[in-house]
């Protein structure tokens, strides 16, 4: 059931370029059911993924991708999938009190890219947790500047898609600048929420779709609106369903 995820991303096709994607969490709602379906997909297809991840751990994916049918196990056995567990490594090196610096942080997975994208000539990137640098002692600049990095890395890929998660705190907090600033980069940008009205036994929360890259497209120069997809999502144990506004 991840179908419709992957259609409203413009995943479930070959793509023609890069793209990168920005998923907003807002209201403190999960987005990883978007990493589950992205993994199945790539999974199930035998495409490269670099999973970059600062907040949940392969446990996580793994138990989930059982769920929906895949296993995320012997996909990393095979080599197609590889998961980087940033925030342990991170987090073990400030308990040593010897911090990782920014660029050293940056060149080891630019590395591991690289060896990935001459092994297969393509390599997709999901990185779960970005806002969780913050946490980790790293600042605004270096964030930005490994976003930056990334961002230009997967761009001189072939057929290649990034996709950040940003974890946003609160409207005055750095987690929700840096969303911002991802967004002015992205292709598309997600916006993930939690329903206002608090649990409901029919919906589980609030997506919308901004197509970014679709404002340069105009005959109209003068003309940038941009596109957008308003949805309900219901979760399931098997993935999630999208629906139109006022169908529930």
Known sequence: MSSDILSSFQLDKDLDSSKTIVVKEINGCDSSFITSCVLGHCVRNKNAVFVLSTHNSLQHYHNVGLKMNYNLQKSIESGLTYFYDAGEELVNSLLENSCQPAQEFWIKIKELLLEMYNKFNSVNVIFDGVSHLFDLQFNMRQVNEICKELIELIRSFNNSYLIFQCNVASDDDFTYILANLLAHKADILAEVESLSSGLSADVSGHL?????????????????????????????????????????
Not at 231 to 238: G, I, M, S, V
């Open 208 to 248: 919308t779709i901004k197509y970014l890259s679709n404002k340069y497209e105009s005959d109209n120069m003068y003309n940038f609106e941009i596109k957008s997809s308003q949805y309900l999502f219901k979760l399931f144990d098997r993935g999630v369903k999208l629906l139109a506004p006022g169908t529930v």
